[in-house]
């Protein structure tokens, strides 16, 4: 399978708990972002790779969320001391820096994250 | 900063109607984007927009990108069960190459 995968699909963890999700891109994808989606609204920006280089972050990632791509190929992002509002779908998509026409992110299934 | 107003946000149809719904920003962009989601997984692109009054279909889909560059359309023709999901415009925010802003999506359920 070529396309972008995301480990786990579902957690659930207490509150106060760290939690880290995994990200593998399309394997010839230099990019790699990172976007929470909450219920009923659309896939917000977090932060984004360019090889392992982090280039931007947006201000909804706290100090307790952070995001590592240490070769510029897998991605993980980690989430300290979860509280309730983090429940959300975590969304990880790759793409292809300089490919011409922006076509767009190739997205995985996203971990579905629940914080009790 | 950049916003993407999607409309409607919900559509309730029969089997077998078509379906149009826009997409509309206060602000000029040079690329639009059109995602599915299905329950439960990530958006996937259906069809991406380049160029001010272009029309591209992908099957029974059909996007436009509006003339003032500040819409998008995306139809649906005669549509089937499996087109239930949420639909999201995207487009690059402040025309950068390497970030895409979402609307918030119209979520499409069809009537028995």
């Known amino acids: 399978d070529t396309g972008v995968s995301q480990d786990p699909r579902h957690k659930i963890t207490k509150r106060g708990q760290n939690v880290t999700f995994r990200c593998d891109p399309i394997?010839?994808?230099?990019?790699l972002y990172w976007y929470r989606q909450t219920l009923g609204q659309g896939p917000e920006f977090l932060t984004y790779?360019?090889?392992?280089?982090?280039?931007?972050k947006s201000r909804l990632l706290s100090d307790r969320f952070s995001a590592e791509r240490p070769k510029g190929s897998f991605s993980t992002l980690e989430i300290q001391r979860t509280e309730q509002g983090d429940s959300a779908m975590y969304l990880c998509?790759?793409?292809?820096?300089?490919?011409?026409?922006?076509?767009?992110?190739?997205f995985g299934s996203g971990t579905r994250l629940t914080v009790v | 900063g950049q916003q993407l107003n999607q409309s409607p946000q919900s559509m309730f149809i029969q089997e077998g109607e078509d379906v149009s719904m826009n997409c509309t920003s206060s602000?000029?962009?040079?690329?639009w984007l059109w995602y599915k989601q299905d329950p439960g997984e990530g958006p996937v692109l259906l069809i991406a927009?380049?160029?001010?009054?272009e029309l591209t279909s992908n099957g029974r889909l059909t996007a436009q990108f509006g003339i003032t560059r500040k819409d998008s359309f995306l139809n649906i023709s005669a549509s089937i069960p499996s087109d239930v999901g949420i639909y999201f415009c995207?487009?690059?925010?402040?025309?950068?190459?390497?970030?895409?802003?979402f609307g918030k999506g119209t979520r499409l359920h069809i009537l028995p």
């Open positions: 394997s010839e994808h230099n990019r």
């Open positions: 790779f360019q090889n392992e280089a982090q280039l931007e």
């Open positions: 995207a487009g690059p925010t402040m025309n950068r190459d390497d970030k895409i802003i």
């Open positions: 602000s000029i962009f040079n690329t």
């Open positions: 998509a790759s793409s292809l820096a300089g490919s011409g026409n922006l076509g767009g992110y190739t």
């Open positions: 927009l380049y160029k001010a009054g």
